[in-house]
T-cell receptor
Framework: QKEVEQDPGPLSVPEGAIVSLNCTYS??????FMWYRQYSRKGPELLMY????GNKEDGRFTAQVDKSSKYISLFIRDSQPSDSATYLC??????????FGDGTTLTVKP | NAGVTQTPKFRILKIGQSMTLQCTQD?????MYWYRQDPGMGLKLIYY???????DKGEVPNGYNVSRSTTEDFPLRLELAAPSQTSVYFC????????????FGPGTRLLVL
């Protein structure tokens, strides 16, 4: 069983929709939780970064971490065609190496 | 700042050939990483380095070697290329290992035939 499981997708939504992207994990040592966005044929770029449990908001993006359920989410409000990309969750323990989910490909249709 | 740069962008290798993937960062980061990404999959860590002269294995190190003689450069060597090494390779760097933001390069697409 993988340490990090990500909803496989692909996901297709109309412009303006609210998008929910999710990952579950099994390693309780994970403390840092990231969401990366990866456009086609590009390297991943950091979108959101959260330490431990809680919510973090940045513009149209909200990251949620529920350590008790070992579940993280990324919400995108008022989705735009420019949000079309693959979204990767990633997790770190303290002073440890990262583990990535397999990614969810999102398409936002105009 | 150029960030993380990788060369080449694309390469075709024949089975059994060798090559070096180059990675350079200009952010003075101590930590550097090599990942591979197979189609529809996430990133798997091949090797990482915590500073010049210090490297360690990641999740999938077999068939690869690395060296870190300077802070800036972290080349990845493929010996005796195999079709299973067909992938996209990403180099990344970060200030520390403890969950800090990793900055990724644009990737090298490798096809082994």
């Amino acid at each position: 069983q993988k340490e990090v499981e990500q909803d496989p997708g692909p996901l297709s939504v109309p412009e303006g929709a609210i998008v929910s992207l999710n990952c579950t994990y099994s390693n309780s040592a994970f403390q840092y939780f990231m969401w990366y966005r990866q456009y086609s044929r590009k390297g991943p770029e950091l979108l959101m970064y959260t330490y431990s449990s809680g919510n973090k908001e940045d513009g149209r993006f909200t990251a949620q971490v529920d350590k008790s359920s070992k579940y993280i989410s990324l919400f995108i409000r008022d989705s735009q065609p420019s949000d079309s990309a693959t979204y990767l969750c990633a997790m770190f323990p303290n002073a440890g190496k990262s583990t990535f989910g397999d990614g969810t490909t999102l398409t936002v249709k105009p | 700042n150029a960030g993380v740069t990788q060369t080449p962008k694309f390469r075709i290798l024949k089975i059994g050939q060798s090559m070096t993937l180059q990675c350079t960062q200009d952010m003075n980061h101590n930590y550097m990483y090599w990942y591979r990404q197979d189609p529809g999959m996430g990133l798997k860590l091949i090797y990482y380095s915590v500073g010049a002269g210090i490297t360690d294995k990641g999740e999938v190190p077999n068939g690869y070697n690395v060296s870190r003689s300077t802070t800036e450069d972290f080349p990845l060597r493929l010996e005796l290329a195999a079709p299973s090494q067909t992938s996209v390779y990403f180099c990344a760097s970060s200030y520390s290992l403890a969950g800090e933001t990793q900055y990724f390069g644009p990737g090298t697409r490798l096809l082994v035939l």
